[in-house]
C-alpha cells in the first residue's frame, strides 16, 4: 500500500524519508514541488497527483508536508487518514509537531514509523501500543538514559496487540484513580450582512483523559440522548449497547483520548451567543475607509464569553490601518492583509469596540467586497446545545475513582459576512 | 579492522582504482559506491570503530546516527558489514534499529545480508510469539530472492503458528513474497486460503489484504468464509475492515442478484418501499415480492452498518461506497448524515468526501438536499473545496432550493478569490440551464455582473451568457445591445471572443450594431488575440452573407489583413473563408450553400457536471478521484442476471453440529448461559490474563489452535464459583427465546429462526440471528446482551473453565454440555477437548 514517506518543509527540503518497500528515489517529489508551485498557498496544493509510476497523496499540516507514495489502487482517504493518524502520533510524542522536533527526535520518529506500517500496511497505530512500544522521549528520561545507558524502546513486548482490547495497555497502576471528560462543543455559523443566521450548526466532542488501574469497564449516560443526531465513537464504544439503550459503553485506552464526536440534530435552533455589529465603507473618491466593530453577547445563558479573538482578512486595496481598541491589542499586517484583534473577555456593561479607518490605495478602485469577519470565542461551562452527562459509572474494579466532568463552548468556524 | 581502516586511509588520499576494487570487494559488496563517500569516509569510520567497541551504549549511539543518515536519505550502505554483525545483539534497542538499516539496504547488499539470515530463522522457533513475529517480519522485508525457499517455508510454518499475532504477520509476508517473486502465486494462494478461514480478528484484515493483492480473481476462495468475515467485521481493527468492506463490495457484485431493478428510479416511491422493505415482511411476504435479497446479502449490509459511526474517515467512506453500490436505492440515504460528518474533518479528508458526493448527487438529489446548507462555502475553505462545494450546490439546486441558492451565490461571486467567483458564474449559468423558472433570473443577473469592475468576472459572464443566449434564442436584443459595447472595455480574450460570436449568430436581430462593431474590430485587428481574429473573420463572413451591401468592403480588407497573419490557423481560415464567401470563376458549388453553412442552426452546448462520467468507477477509490484507471484497479462487475449458487457459502459445521447436540439437548439454555453472563462480569480478570498469556507464549500449545488456547488455567476456578448465582439472573430472560430456539436443531433451517427470533427478540438481536450460520447456537444466544469484547473474551476464558470441568469427574455431564455449545464457535477446540476427556477418564 503505502511505499515510502517523504517529510518536506515549507521551503521545499525533503528532511526525513522512510521506505517500506523498496527505496522509490526521492525524485519523485519533483512533481509534488511542481504541483506546489502552482497553487500558489500550501492549503491549495491537492492531496492527490498522479505522476508516471506513482501516486503522491499528501496532507498539509503544522507546516508540513507528509507525502506518502503509493503504487497502486488504494482508497485515498484510507493513505490520508493514516497520515494524520501518524501526524497526531508525533503530537502524541514530542507535544508538537514541527521540523526540528522531528529533526532532534529522528530516532523515535523512525522506530515509531516503523511499528506503524509493516510492508505498507497498518500495524499499530494506537498510541497506548506503541508507547509501550517505544516510549516517549521526556527530559528526564533523556537524563536517565544517559546516565544509565538504558533505553527508549520498551523493553516489554507490545502485549497490548495481542488482546483483545488493543486499544489499551494492560497492567496499568496508579495510585489516583481519576477519569476526566471534557464535552466541548463548537458552534460553525455564517451570520449574514444584517445579523440573521445562514447555517449554524453544532458539533461536539468528548475528550477523555482516563488514569485508571486495571481494566475497568465505564459506561456513561446522557439526560438527553436524543440529542445526538450523528455520533462517532472511538474503537472501545460498543455500537450494540449504544443502539439499544443510549449508553455509551466501553473499556477505556489508558491516558487521554477522544471518546466520541457527535452532530447535534439540525432540528434545534442554534443559540447563537454573540453577536457582531460592523460598519466598513469605502469611498470611491476618497484614499480612506471607515472601519467598525463592535463585539457583543447574546444568548449565553448567564456566562461570560472569553477568549475572543477577531480576524478579517482585508482586500488588497487597503495599504494600512490606523485603529483604536476599546480593550485588547490589535495587529495588522500590512504584507497579508490580515487584521486581528485580540479582545479578551467581554463585559455586557462595556462592549469591546475597534475603531478608526483604512489608508487604501491611491486611485485602485474600491473593493467589491466588504471583508468577513471570523471570529474565536469560549464559553465555560457551557454546552450551548444542553447536552449534560447523566452519570458515569464503573465496573470490574473495586477502587473508587474520582470522576469529573467540564463542559465547554467554542467556535468553530464562525463567520461573519460584512 | 583497524588494518582495513588503515587501508582506506591511503586509498582514499590517492588510491588506483584497480585496488579499490579489490580491496572493496574483498570487505565490502561490490555494489557499495566508494567514489561518492570518500569525503564521508572520516566520518564514517569513526562510526565503524564505534559499531567494533563492545559497549553497547557506543553501539547505540552509533547506530542512531546511521538512522539518522537514512532518515536523511544519506547513503550508509558501506557501514552494512560492520551494523550486520550486530545483528544479533542482546540489546533490544540496538537489535531494531539494526533491522531498520537491514530492511533498507538487504537489497544493495545482498550476499552480506544473507549472514543475518540464521539469526532469524533461530528467532522464528523461538517460544515467544513477538520475537517469533517480529523475525518474520524482518526476515520477509529483506528483498534478496535467493532467501525466497527460506522465507516460503517461514511462512508456511508461521502460517500454522499457535499465536494470531505470528498469523498475522504471516499475511502481512505473503504480500512481500509475492511482490519479490510472483512465481510462487501457487503456493502462496495455499497459504491465504488457510489463512482465511482463520477465526481470529487479528489475521482477518491483514489476510485480505494479502488476497487483494495476490489473487484478487480467485473469488472463489471468499464463499466459505465469506459470512464469517461478515460477522467478524465489527471486530476488526480499522484498517482491516476498509480493506474487507472494499473486497466484499466486489464479491456482492458477482454473487447476488441486483437489489435495484424493481426501483430502479422510483426515488419518489421511497416511502411506500420503505414500509415494505422492513425486514420481517420482506420475509413473510416473500410470496408477493418476486425479488427477495439473499438473506447473506442482507447480513453484508445489516453489519456493515455500524460502521457508518467509526472515527475512522476510511472506514465510513468504505461503508457508504459499499451501500451505494450494493444496497437497495432506498437505503442508500442512511450514508449521507455520516458523510456530511466528515466534511468537519481535514482538508484532505474533505476534498476526497466531497467529489465521493459530488458524483453521488448527480444521481440521487434527494439523499444531500437536506443537507444543503452543509455544503455553503466559507471564505476560509482552500479554493479546491469552494470549487467542490458550488458543484455540489449546483447538483443539489431545484425550483424549491433555488432562490436561496441565488442569494448565496450573489455573495459568491463578490469574493475576493477570483478564481472562486469565476466558477460560480458558471455554476450560476448550470443552475439557469437546468431549472427553466429562473433562467430569466439568472441572465438578468448575469447582465448586471457584467458591468463588474473585474475583469475576470466580467469575462466568465460575458461567456456563460453566450451559452445561456445560444440554448434559447429568444428576444435578448437588449443584451446583446449592452454586450456589444462592453467591447469597448473588456480585453479578455474569451471574453471578446464570446461577444463578437454572439453578434455574428444575431447578426440579424442587431443589423444596426453589427456593422459598426465588425468597423471597430477591423481597426484592432492586428493586435488582437488570435482567438478574437478568427472570430472577427467569422463575424467578417456572417456579416457579409446578411448584410455584403454595408460589409463588403471592410469584410474584404479584414481578410487581407487575415492572409498576411503571423499565425498560419488564421491565414488558413482566412483562405478558407474567402473562397467559401466570395464569388469568382474559381470557386466550386460549395459557395452557393455558405449562407447555410456559416448560419445554420446550432446546437446548444450542454453544460454537464464534470462528475457526469466519474460514476463508473467505484467510489471511494483512487480511480474516483483521478478519474482515470489507476494501476491495479479492479473493476466493479455488474450484477449476475441469476445467482450463483447461494450454498457454496454454506459452512459444513452441520455435521458436528449432530455429533454433539444430543448429548446436552435438555439442558441446552442454561448452561451456556452461564457462561455468557458470568463472563460479562468477569471480564476483567480474563482480560488481565492475556498478559500471563504472552509471557508463557505459546509454549504449552499442544492441543489446539483456539486463539488463546493456554490461557491460564487458575483463571477458572473463580469462574466455576460464580457460575450457579448467574444462572438464576439470566433465567428469566431466557424463556423468551426458548420456543424459537428448542427447534433450531441444525442450521438447515435457518431462515425459519430468523423470523420467529425477528419476532421475539428486539432489534439488536437481529444481528444475533445470523450469526448462527458460522458459529454455534449458544454463540448467537448470548449476542443480544454481551458486548462483542465480551464475546471474544469469553471464548478464550472458557475453554479453561472446560478443562476443569472435565477434571472434576463429577460434573463431566455438564462439560459435555458445554462441549456441544461450543464445537461450532472454534472446531478445533473440539479435538482439544477429545484429548482431554480421554485423558480425564
Known amino acids: 500500500m503505502i511505499h515510502s514517506l517523504f517529510l518536506i518543509n515549507s521551503s521545499g527540503d525533503i528532511f526525513l524519508e522512510k521506505h517500506w518497500k523498496s527505496v522509490v528515489s526521492r525524485s519523485v517529489c519533483d512533481y509534488f514541488f511542481e504541483a506546489q508551485e502552482r497553487a500558489t498557498e500550501a492549503e491549495n496544493v491537492p492531496p492527490v497527483i498522479p505522476t508516471p509510476h506513482h501516486y503522491l497523496l499528501s496532507v498539509y499540516r503544522h507546516k508540513i508536508f507528509f507525502v506518502a507514495v503509493i503504487q497502486t489502487e488504494v482508497p485515498p482517504l484510507f493513505v490520508i487518514e493514516f497520515l494524520h493518524r501518524v501526524v497526531d502520533t508525533f503530537q502524541d510524542y514530542f507535544g508538537v509537531c514541527s521540523e526540528p522536533v522531528i529533526k532532534d ?40 538514559n544517559t546516565i544509565t545507558g538504558s533505553t527508549n524502546v520498551g523493553d516489554q513486548l507490545p502485549t497490548g496487540q495481542l488482546s483483545v482490547v488493543p486499544w489499551r495497555r494492560t497492567g496499568v497502576k496508579y495510585t489516583n484513580n481519576e477519569a476526566y471528560f471534557d464535552v466541548i462543543e463548537e458552534i ?5 450582512k444584517s445579523g440573521s443566521t445562514i447555517t449554524a450548526e453544532i458539533q461536539g466532542v468528548i475528550d477523555a483523559c482516563v488514569k485508571l488501574t486495571g481494566m475497568p469497564d465505564l459506561t456513561l449516560s446522557f439526560m438527553n440522548p436524543r440529542l445526538l443526531d450523528d455520533v462517532s465513537f472511538h474503537p472501545c464504544v460498543r455500537f450494540k449497547r ?177 | 579492522m583497524s588494518s582495513n581502516s588503515f587501508a582506506y586511509n591511503e586509498q582514499s588520499g590517492g588510491g588506483e582504482a584497480t585496488e579499490l576494487g579489490q580491496e572493496a570487494t574483498s570487505t565490502i ?107 518474520l517480519r524482518v526476515l520477509s522485508s529483506i528483498r534478496v530472492p535467493i532467501i525466497v525457499p527460506i522465507m516460503m517455508l517461514a511462512i508456511k510454518e508461521a502460517s500454522a503458528d499457535l499465536s494470531p499475532y505470528v498469523r498475522k504477520n504471516a499475511a502481512h509476508a505473503i ?92 426515488e419518489d416511491n421511497e416511502k411506500n418501499f420503505y414500509e415494505s422493505d422492513d425486514e420481517q415482511k420482506e420475509k413473510t411476504d416473500q410470496r408477493k415480492k418476486p425479488y427477495t435479497m439473499d438473506p447473506d446479502h442482507r447480513l453484508l449490509i445489516r453489519n456493515t452498518k455500524p460502521l457508518l459511526q467509526s472515527r475512522n474517515a476510511a472506514v465510513v467512506m468504505a461503508v457508504a461506497q459499499l451501500y451505494w453500490h ?215 463572413a456572417k456579416l457579409y452573407l446578411t448584410n455584403s451591401r454595408q460589409t463588403k468592403l471592410l469584410t474584404q480588407y479584414i481578410l487581407n489583413l487575415g492572409k498576411y497573419d503571423q499565425n498560419y490557423d488564421i491565414r488558413d481560415r482566412t483562405r478558407f473563408i474567402r473562397q467559401l464567401i466570395v464569388p469568382n470563376e474559381k470557386s466550386g458549388a460549395l459557395s452557393k450553400y455558405a449562407k447555410k453553412i456559416f448560419l445554420a442552426q446550432k446546437p446548444a ?51 458436528l453440529a449432530k455429533e454433539w447436540t444430543p448429548a446436552g439437548k435438555a439442558k441446552k439454555e442454561n448452561p451456556a448461559k452461564k457462561f455468557y453472563s458470568e463472563s460479562e462480569e468477569e471480564e476483567d480478570s480474563s482480560d488481565s490474563s492475556s498478559d500471563s498469556e504472552s509471557e508463557s507464549g505459546s509454549a504449552s500449545g499442544e492441543q489446539d489452535e483456539g486463539d488463546s488456547s493456554d490461557d ?41 429462526k430468523e423470523n420467529e427470533k425477528s419476532k421475539t427478540s428486539d432489534s439488536s438481536s437481529a444481528d444475533s440471528s445470523s450469526e448462527e450460520e458460522s458459529s454455534s447456537d449458544s454463540e448467537s444466544e448470548s449476542e443480544s446482551e454481551s458486548e462483542s469484547e465480551s464475546r471474544k473474551v469469553t471464548k478464550s476464558s472458557m475453554l479453561p473453565v472446560m478443562a476443569l470441568f472435565v477434571r472434576e469427574r463429577g460434573s463431566k455431564r455438564k462439560s459435555q454440555i458445554i462441549l456441544s455449545k461450543l464445537h461450532g464457535s472454534c472446531c478445533g477446540v473440539k479435538f482439544s477437548f477429545y484429548t482431554l476427556c480421554r485423558r480425564s477418564t
Request: aromatic share 6%; net charge neutral; charged share 25%.
Open chain 2, 712 to 752: 491460564s488455567s487458575e483463571e477458572s476456578s473463580s469462574e466455576h464459583g460464580s457460575d450457579s448465582e448467574s444462572a438464576s439472573e439470566v433465567g428469566d430472560k431466557r424463556t423468551a427465546k426458548r420456543n424459537s430456539k428448542s427447534k433450531g436443531k441444525s442450521d438447515s433451517e435457518d431462515g425459519e
Open chain 1, 242 to 418: 449504544w443502539e439499544s439503550e443510549r449508553i455509551l459503553s466501553f473499556i477505556p485506552p489508558d491516558g487521554n483520548f477522544r471518546l466520541l464526536s457527535y452532530h447535534v440534530s439540525a432540528q434545534n435552533l442554534v443559540a447563537i451567543p454573540v453577536y457582531v455589529k460592523h460598519n466598513i465603507s469605502f469611498r470611491d473618491s476618497s484614499s480612506l475607509g471607515r472601519f467598525e466593530i463592535t463585539v457583543g453577547p447574546k444568548q449565553t445563558m448567564g456566562k461570560t464569553i472569553e477568549g475572543v479573538i477577531v480576524t478579517s482578512q482585508m482586500p488588497k486595496g487597503v495599504l494600512n490601518m490606523s485603529l483604536t481598541p476599546s480593550q485588547g491589542t490589535h495587529t495588522f499586517d500590512p504584507v497579508t492583509k490580515m487584521l486581528s484583534w485580540d479582545v479578551g473577555k467581554i463585559n455586557p456593561q462595556k462592549l469591546p469596540s475597534l475603531k478608526g479607518t483604512m489608508s487604501l490605495q491611491a486611485g485602485a478602485s474600491k473593493p467589491d467586497e466588504n471583508p468577513t469577519i471570523n471570529l474565536q470565542f469560549k464559553i465555560q461551562q457551557l454546552a450551548i446545545s444542553g447536552l449534560k452527562v447523566n452519570r458515569l459509572d464503573m465496573y470490574g474494579e473495586k477502587y473508587k475513582p474520582f470522576k469529573g466532568i467540564k463542559y465547554m463552548t467554542k467556535a468553530g468556524k464562525f463567520q461573519v459576512r460584512t
Open chain 2, 175 to 266: 504480500q512481500k513474497l509475492y511482490s519479490l517473486d510472483p512465481e510462487q502465486k501457487e503456493m502462496l494462494i495455499e497459504v491465504i486460503e488457510k489463512l482465511l478461514k482463520d477465526k481470529s480478528t487479528l489475521v482477518a484484515g491483514s489476510v485480505v489484504m494479502a488476497f487483494e493483492e495476490v489473487c484478487p480473481d480467485r473469488i472463489d476462495l471468499i464463499h466459505k468464509n465469506y459470512r464469517k468475515l461478515c460477522n467478524l467485521l465489527v471486530d476488526v481493527e480499522e484498517w482491516g475492515q476498509v480493506v474487507i468492506i472494499h473486497m466484499l463490495t466486489r464479491y456482492a457484485r458477482t454473487q447476488f442478484v441486483s437489489p435495484w431493478k424493481e426501483d430502479d428510479g422510483l
Open chain 2, 326 to 540: 450494493i444496497s437497495p436505492k432506498s437505503e442508500v440515504g442512511i450514508i449521507s448524515k455520516s458523510l456530511v460528518r466528515l466534511l468537519r474533518s481535514n482538508r484532505e479528508v474533505q476534498y476526497i468526501v466531497l467529489q465521493n458526493i459530488a458524483t453521488m448527487s448527480i444521481q440521487r438529489k434527494g439523499m444531500f438536499e437536506p443537507y444543503l446548507k452543509s455544503f455553503y462555502v466559507r471564505s476560509t475553505d482552500p479554493t479546491m473545496i469552494k470549487t467542490l462545494k458550488l458543484e455540489i450546490l449546483t447538483n443539489l439546486a431545484n425550483e424549491a432550493n433555488i432562490s436561496t441558492l441565488l442569494r448565496e451565490f450573489q455573495t459568491y461571486v463578490k469574493s475576493q478569490d477570483k478564481q472562486f467567483a469565476a466558477a460560480t458564474i458558471q455554476t450560476i449559468g448550470r443552475c439557469a440551464t437546468n431549472i427553466s423558472e429562473v433562467t430569466d433570473t439568472c441572465l438578468n443577473g448575469l447582465v448586471c455582473l457584467l458591468s463588474n469592475r473585474d475583469e475576470i468576472v466580467v469575462a466568465e459572464s460575458v461567456v456563460v451568457i453566450k451559452k445561456l443566449l445560444q440554448m434559447q434564442p429568444a428576444q435578448h436584443g437588449e443584451i446583446i445591445k449592452h454586450m456589444a459595447k462592453l467591447l469597448d472595455s473588456i480585453t479578455v480574450p474569451v471574453a471578446r471572443a464570446s461577444i463578437l460570436w454572439l453578434i455574428g449568430e444575431n447578426c440579424e436581430r442587431v443589423p444596426k450594431i453589427a456593422p459598426d462593431v465588425l468597423r471597430k474590430m477591423a481597426k484592432s485587428f492586428t493586435s488582437e488575440d488570435d482567438l478574437v481574429k478568427l472570430q472577427i473573420l467569422n463575424l467578417g
Open chain 1, 188 to 192: 460553525d455559523a455564517i451570520i449574514d
Open chain 2, 605 to 655: 452546448p450542454l453544460l454537464e457536471s464534470p462528475f457526469k462520467d466519474r460514476d463508473h468507477f467505484q467510489l471511494g477509490t483512487l480511480s474516483h478521484t483521478l478519474n482515470t484507471k489507476a494501476t491495479g484497479y479492479l473493476e466493479l462487475s455488474n450484477w449476475p442476471e441469476v445467482a450463483p449458487d447461494p450454498s457454496v457459502r454454506n459452512v459444513e459445521v452441520i455435521e
Open chain 1, 105 to 144: 527526535n529522528v530516532v523515535v520518529v523512525y522506530e515509531v514509523l516503523e511499528e506503524m506500517l509493516d510492508n505498507g500496511f497498518p500495524l499499530a497505530t494506537e498510541s497506548n501500543i506503541l508507547k509501550e512500544l517505544i516510549k516517549p522521549p521526556t527530559i528526564l528520561r533523556t537524563v536517565v
Open chain 2, 29 to 135: 559488496s561490490p555494489s557499495g559506491a566508494f567514489g561518492l563517500f570518500s569525503s564521508d569516509l572520516k566520518k564514517n569510520e569513526d562510526l565503524k570503530q564505534m559499531l567494533e567497541s563492545n559497549k553497547d551504549s557506543a553501539k547505540l549511539d552509533a547506530m542512531k546516527r546511521i538512522v539518522g543518515m537514512i532518515a536523511k536519505g544519506k547513503n550508509a550502505s558501506e557501514l552494512f558489514p560492520a551494523v550486520v554483525k550486530n545483528v544479533a545483539s542482546k540489546n533490544i534497542e540496538i537489535k531494531k534499529l539494526v533491522y531498520v538499516y537491514l530492511v533498507r539496504y538487504a537489497e544493495e547488499q545482498q550476499d552480506l545480508a544473507l549472514l543475518s539470515i540464521s539469526t532469524f530463522q533461530r528467532a522464528l522457533k523461538d517460544p515467544n510469539q513477538l520475537i517469533r513475529a517480529s523475525a
